[in-house]
């Protein structure tokens, strides 16, 4: 169904606009399109869906000319197309909006618009067509914003309405969406699907990434599920999500949030009026030795800042935090290493890896003080510590060499993952630990969980997904507008119970779109 309520199914033409058969591409080490069947037909939305690493991403790269296919064929049309770059996507119609924003903060959202190809008159940049032009756009997918603002000023969910409608100035036929609404809020992502359900009604052709399975029905037609690297069924947006993840994953997932409580021990983590002016205020709680404790609330209510503040990278003005008994001194994120804290931060390309180093780079960063002697590193240690980790997490990769960059996104949390659990952190926060990740590889960091709680350590975690917070947590505090609303234990703790803490501190009238 749309985000409307109406089955899109019924306005997709007869016709294939996008057609793909038999679609290959290797890699040094890796196979990722194994003869890949898809295509797409004019007024539909075609949900694609895999683990990370099936194929989705080398897909849509080879259909946007980011890659060429080693083998297969490619029709628009019904006419074979070779799509060697960009611009030849473009030509034919196809546009591709990436997680990651292909816009200049510093711009104008015009400029954005139509950087590179400006209208000009008398060879100047026309800027009034331009604006006029721009504002058309703007209308046409209902983002509240003039062509004359800053892009860096208008935050996630307009930048990606912004990148929505520079899509629609090429006259795209084609709109390829690469999990658009990983970082969105609810509503947020109602207004996302009534602009795209607008689309299709437009009669454009849209192909749509997700991990969020209860999104398939609101906003598809069909899906193609692919699994290593492999298209292995078509079906009908509204098949049942075990069914689907079955699919996926190649067996049947018994338990969505398999938790596994552990006897609670003493407290690891101590935080006593924590508090940052202006931000979040007398912040205190515990977390016991084989605890999860969930971290709820709305957007801006203040949880990562309170996760950055406990571990160091910001300081607060107030407040204490002990790690085992022991106080750790603010503001500084190497002794809060020392004490045993670890943080796997919201952001794990810009903050939780090092892109452009390998696996294990990546997994020793955290220990390359205590591996090295007299200056130099004890590179064997290092390897050998990374190579136990990587086969205790199942990271899926060529080997220990392959830059972090090459894999996919489950992947790569995992080796955020792994670096502190090389490290032994004894608290670890996870700020959302599973966002941008299929549910095969949700379970497996679930399982992890599991295994450091039931050894004694402690987590700490944020998450967005609701349903996630209550089905691994065994307390759940819920934050309102910078200070703990309440704590809930696991047996009260539903989902009514902490949006009603969590809105607790709004006022009237006040915005209440949560996570």
């Known amino acids: 169904m749309s985000a409307t309520g109406t089955t899109g199914a019924g306005t997709a033409g007869t016709g294939e606009i996008l057609r793909v058969r038999g679609l290959r591409k290797a890699f040094p080490g890796v196979l990722a399109l194994d003869g890949v069947d898809f295509d797409l037909r004019p007024g539909e ?30 029709e628009i049309d ?27 903060p510093e711009l104008t959202v015009a400029e954005n618009l139509f950087l590179g190809r400006p209208p000009r008159r008398f060879g100047l940049v026309d800027r009034g067509a331009m604006n006029a032009a721009a504002r058309d756009l703007l209308a046409r997918v ?7 603002d800053r892009m860096a000023g208008l935050g996630i969910a307009r930048s990606q309405m912004v990148e929505i409608a520079k899509a629609l100035s090429l006259d795209a036929r084609v709109l390829i969406m690469d999990e658009p609404t990983a970082v969105l809020t609810t509503g947020e992502v109602d ?3 009534r602009i795209v359900a607008r689309l299709r009604d437009q009669g454009v052709a849209i192909v749509f990434i997700t991990h969020h399975l209860e999104e398939i029905p609101r906003i598809g037609d069909r899906v193609t599920v692919l699994r290593d690297g492999r298209s292995v069924a078509e079906v009908p947006a509204d098949t049942p999500q075990d069914e689907l993840v079955r699919l996926m994953v190649g067996r049947a997932i018994e338990q969505q949030y398999p938790r596994e409580r552990s006897e609670a021990g003493p407290p690891l983590l101590e935080v006593r009026g924590l508090t940052r002016d202006g931000v979040f205020e007398d912040v205190s709680f515990d977390v016991r030795a ?8 709305l957007v801006g209510a203040g949880r990562t800042e309170v996760a950055r503040a406990i571990f160091g990278a910001d300081r607060p003005d107030r407040g204490e935090v002990r790690v085992d008994g022991r106080a750790v001194p603010a503001g500084d994120v190497h002794a809060a290493m020392e004490a045993g804290l670890g943080l ?11 892109l452009g180093a390998d696996v294990q780079e990546n997994l020793g960063l955290v220990t390359l003080g205590r591996s090295s002697r007299g200056g130099f590193v004890d590179r064997s240690s290092q390897r050998r510590g990374a190579g136990d980790i990587a086969g205790r997490l199942n990271v899926r990769m060529s080997g220990l060499r392959q830059e972090v960059r090459t894999l996919s996104g489950g992947n790569q949390q995992k080796v955020v ?3 502190w659990l090389l490290a032994d952190a004894k608290v670890l926060i996870l700020d959302e630990p599973t966002r941008g990740i299929d549910v095969g590889a949700k379970v497996e960091i679930y399982q992890l969980i599991n295994s450091l709680t039931a050894s004694g350590h402690a987590v700490l975690m944020i998450s967005s997904d609701l349903p996630e ?14 200070r703990l609303a309440g704590e809930l234990p696991a047996g009260e703790a539903t989902q009514d119970a902490v949006m009603a803490l969590a809105v607790s501190g709004q006022n009237k009238g006040e915005s209440d779109h949560g996570d």
Not at 55 to 74: N, V
């Open 469 to 482: 917070v209550l089905g691994m947590s065994d307390r759940v505090l819920v934050m309102a507008r910078g």
């Open 417 to 419: 993952i792994g670096k």
């Open 142 to 148: 209902g983002v509240d914003a003039e062509p004359s």
């Open 290 to 297: 084989g605890e999860v404790v969930g971290l709820a609330g």
């Open 45 to 74: 939305v075609h949900v694609l869906l895999g683990e990370n690493g099936a194929g989705k991403s080398t897909l849509i790269k080879t259909l946007s000319g980011a890659h060429r296919p080693d083998a297969g064929t490619i």
């Open 78 to 104: 019904g006419e074979p197309v070779r799509i060697r770059s960009a611009q030849d996507a473009e030509r034919l119609g196809i546009a591709t909006i990436y997680q990651e924003f292909n816009l200049v």
């Open 191 to 193: 207004r996302l699907f």
């Open 344 to 354: 796997v931060p919201e952001d794990r390309k810009g903050q939780g890896l090092v």
